[in-house]
């Protein structure tokens, strides 16, 4: 999930840079029986997303249970 906490309108070319890691844990089991893990693997990647608008609901705290 990604949460942005305002349009990108601010930004150069009205875009939000987004970095994004994602690491893999791997294990495996062979059709003969033998398992394993190997070394984790990570992968990055930037890109930019254009965000139009942000959506929010605000809710007023009461006294009511």
């Known amino acids: 999930m990604i949460v942005f906490d305002r349009s990108s309108?601010?930004?150069?070319?009205?875009?939000?840079?987004?970095?994004?890691?994602?690491?893999?844990?791997?294990?495996?089991?062979?059709?003969d029986g033998a398992t394993g893990t190997m070394d984790t693997h990570t992968t990055s990647a930037t890109t930019t997303i254009p965000v139009a608008e942000?959506?929010?609901?605000?809710?007023?705290?009461?006294?009511?249970p």
């Open 9 to 31: 309108a601010h930004f150069k070319d009205s875009v939000t840079p987004v970095d994004v890691k994602v690491s893999y844990a791997i294990t495996y089991t062979a059709t």
């Open 54 to 64: 942000i959506q929010t609901i605000i809710v007023r705290p009461t006294d009511e």
